[in-house]
């Protein structure tokens, strides 16, 4: 029972990549504040993971002999993750735009302009933060929330 509870809390801890995810989770709604690049790009991870494995676990079940289910199936479960994992994504998007000093508005302007305003916007996204307090907050690895 120990070692159960000291491993969940190690996936838990708020630098391990599940943590970080988990952390994305639980600040969906929160607009405010600064998202590191290892949040961003863990929670951009496990969204993909999780998909992929809605997708596939969909596609084991239509596979299996005994059950009928209807061709959208994979489609109608991969729509279904993906809306739960939206509100989320959009959260941490904004955050990390903010850990670069930019608002949400700058990077929606950017995915208007095809191409150029995409890898201009992934350079936003890779890039390290500002390493001092503005007007979104504390740098991230200075949060314990």
Same mark, same amino acid.
């Given at each position: 029972?120990?070692?159960?509870?000291?491993?969940?809390?190690?996936?838990? #801890?708020?630098?391990?990549?599940?943590?970080? =995810?988990?952390?994305?989770?639980? #600040? +969906? =709604?929160?607009?405010?504040?600064?998202?590191?690049?290892?949040?961003?790009?863990? @929670?951009?991870?496990?969204? %993909?993971?999780?998909? *992929?494995?809605?997708?596939?676990?969909?596609?084991?079940? *239509?596979?299996?002999?005994?059950?009928?289910?209807?061709?959208?199936?994979?489609? $109608?479960?991969?729509?279904? %993750?993906?809306?739960?994992?939206?509100?989320? =994504?959009?959260?941490?998007? %904004?955050?990390?735009? #903010? +850990?670069?000093?930019?608002? *949400?508005?700058?990077?929606?302007?950017?995915?208007?302009?095809?191409? %150029?305003?995409?890898? $201009?916007?992934?350079?936003?996204?890779?890039?390290?933060?500002?390493?001092?307090?503005?007007? @979104?907050?504390?740098?991230?690895?200075? +949060?314990?929330?």
């Amino acid at each position: 029972m120990a070692s159960q509870t000291s491993l969940l809390r190690w996936l838990l #801890h708020r630098r391990s990549p599940f943590g970080l =995810f988990w952390k994305s989770l639980r #600040h +969906d =709604f929160n607009w405010r504040g600064r998202a590191s690049v290892a949040e961003f790009w863990n @929670f951009v991870l496990f969204a %993909v993971l999780i998909l *992929a494995a809605t997708v596939s676990g969909l596609q084991f079940l *239509a596979s299996l002999s005994g059950l009928s289910l209807p061709e959208q199936t994979e489609e $109608i479960g991969f729509l279904i %993750v993906f809306l739960m994992l939206l509100p989320p =994504f959009a959260s941490v998007f %904004v955050r990390r735009l #903010h +850990d670069t000093g930019r608002y *949400a508005l700058q990077g929606g302007l950017l995915l208007l302009l095809p191409g %150029v305003g995409t890898v $201009i916007l992934l350079y936003l996204l890779v890039r390290p933060g500002l390493n001092y307090q503005t007007e @979104f907050g504390v740098e991230p690895r200075y +949060d314990t929330r």
